[in-house]
């Protein structure tokens, strides 16, 4: 069946339905991950958002459900030039098609994704609609109306649940959080107990944490539904405990301390993004998906390709913007997870 794209600048692309078919409203943006796309498709930071596989060929490993970042996706719409209808992969349970399809999510392929692209990082992420019907002025009228609502209270968890075993007991707070946060931790020996978005600081203290981690997450971090958090996280910080933050965790810290973010022109989204630690001199290879920065004059680690913040140090605690668990994505700063166990090992000591 046909299908449209149509920007909020008047673009429209004719492509045809995959997944489950209808019409949908998003943000429209854009990931140059080549692999990782059930990790992409399962990452609640989309929540809201439709998202372009930058790669041509996507699903040829199929779908695996032990890859996943969370239960089902939460992404308004998922764009691919071409969806492999014939994986080949001993792990794999199906195919990308009838994965859409059976959760909900509209699929859009046999566009032209680089056009497309190019159209985002020229002008700016925007909005966008998918259609079956052939577009009008309403359609680009819907568009520019959109806006991504209290996405952080959609995707999180909403009880607390208790993971693993050790001595180290640390509080994740979840904003939308990725299962390698918890797994990371766990396998360096943490319990973790996850935390609901809203919880009060007093709830966290109450289980006398070594550690606090503070999630990824979806939509700008100084959206006022926020504030509450930020105030958690300042209260928190306040009794010295060791806290690290990850993507919209680093933004949310950041506020508690006084410095603001920006939305970016059209994000930071896939596996290949360069990051320069300042200590150090060194560079790595990093896995991001985010579309604000905090603005700092000084940060410990900055994007070599647009020199924003992505990183800051706060003495016992720290933030990166970027994900150090990286599923899917190189594993090149996996040592921070270490580093913030030196640091609640140091704590705990006294």
């Known amino acids: 069946m046909k299908a449209y794209l149509v920007l909020e600048n008047g673009a429209v692309f004719e492509g045809e339905s995959f997944g489950a078919q209808g019409i949908i409203v998003g943000e429209v943006v854009f990931t140059t991950g ?17 998202v372009i596989q930058t790669f041509p060929l996507i699903g040829n490993y199929g779908v695996i459900p032990l890859d996943f970042e969370s239960s089902d996706p939460v992404m308004k719409a998922y764009i691919v030039k071409h969806p492999c209808q014939t994986p080949s992969n001993f792990r794999s349970e199906g195919t990308l098609d009838t994965f ?42 819907d568009a520019k109306s959109y806006c991504v609502r209290n996405p952080v209270a959609a995707v999180s968890s909403r009880t607390i649940e208790k993971k693993g075993r050790g001595d180290r007991r640390v509080a994740l707070m979840d904003f939308g959080t ?3 946060i918890a797994d990371a931790l766990i396998d360096r020996g943490c319990e973790v107990r996850t935390f609901p978005h809203n919880a009060k600081s007093s709830e966290i203290l109450a289980m006398s944490p070594t550690g606090v981690m503070l999630s990824n997450g979806p939509g700008d971090p ?3 539904a926020n504030n509450e958090i930020v105030e958690t996280v300042r209260t928190i910080m306040h009794n010295c405990i060791p806290m690290f933050g990850i993507c919209l965790g ?7 301390n006084g410095y603001s973010t920006k939305k970016l022109e059209f994000g930071h989204r896939g596996s290949n993004q360069p990051v320069k630690e300042l200590s150090t001199g060194r560079v790595y290879i990093t896995s991001q998906n985010h579309g604000y920065a905090v603005l700092a004059d000084e940060s410990s680690f900055v994007n070599v390709n647009d020199g924003t913040c ?17 599923r899917s994505g190189p594993l090149d700063t996996s040592f921070l ?7 609640m090992d140091t704590y705990a000591a006294g």
């Not at 080549?34 to 958002?49: A, H, I, N």
């Not at 992505?310 to 990286?326: C, I, K, M, R, T």
């Open 178 to 180: 990725k299962r390698g």
């Open 337 to 343: 997870f270490e580093r913030f166990i030196e640091r």
């Open 222 to 224: 100084t959206d006022p």
């Open 100 to 141: 859409l399809m059976e959760r909900g999510i509209i699929g859009l392929c046999g566009i032209d994704t680089r056009a497309l692209t190019k159209i985002i990082r020229n002008n700016g992420v925007m909005n966008g609609k998918i259609t079956i019907s052939a577009p009008t002025q309403s359609d680009i009228l």
């Open 34 to 50: 080549m692999t990782g796309y059930l990790e992409t498709l399962t990452d609640p930071s989309y929540y809201g958002q439709i």
């Open 310 to 326: 992505e990183g800051l140090d706060y003495g016992n605690s720290f933030s990166v913007q970027f994900h150090p668990e990286a």
């Open 250 to 256: 680093h933004q949310l810290m950041a506020l508690a």
